[in-house]
């Protein structure tokens, strides 16, 4: 029975310890990182934005799809599956062997399946921004990452770093 119950003890074990040295996590066996952060006084917290840009303005659009379950998990999907993480050994959101011509075609491949529903269709442009809030949940910045466009089916990255 002891034999039995280490074995049961080592089976959750083992995988959470992986996470731990290797720095990916992965479903069931994760500490859910995506739910909570450690808050300081130099903490950000992160939004993304779609705006689609028509002949009208712009209208606010959000990704669907409808084998997905919303909002949230789309947006949780976005990040940790396309958008990615830039911090080395994040345990979500870590692209391996990223390049910029990757990232691109990533956000193509997700701008032409997440956003053809009629609303987002009958835009020309759909710019993904990124916003950077405070640990007080004020804006500090807002970053254009780039332009998706609808005819073309691609995605530009228009993103600069200061320097």
Known sequence: MKRYAAFIILLFLIPNICSLLFGHESFPFTPAPMFTHYVDKNSHVYE?????LSNT????LKPYHKDNKGFLSEN?????QIYGSVEHNYPIGTVKNDSKERFTRRLSSF???YFDYPEARNVRQIKLVVNEYDKDYKRTASHVVGVYDNL???FKHTWVEPQ
């Open 48 to 52: 993304f934005q779609f705006d689609g």
């Open 57 to 60: 303005g712009v209208v606010k």
């Open 76 to 80: 949780r999907f976005f990040f940790d």
């Open 111 to 113: 701008f032409s399946v």
């Open 152 to 154: 073309t089916k691609e």
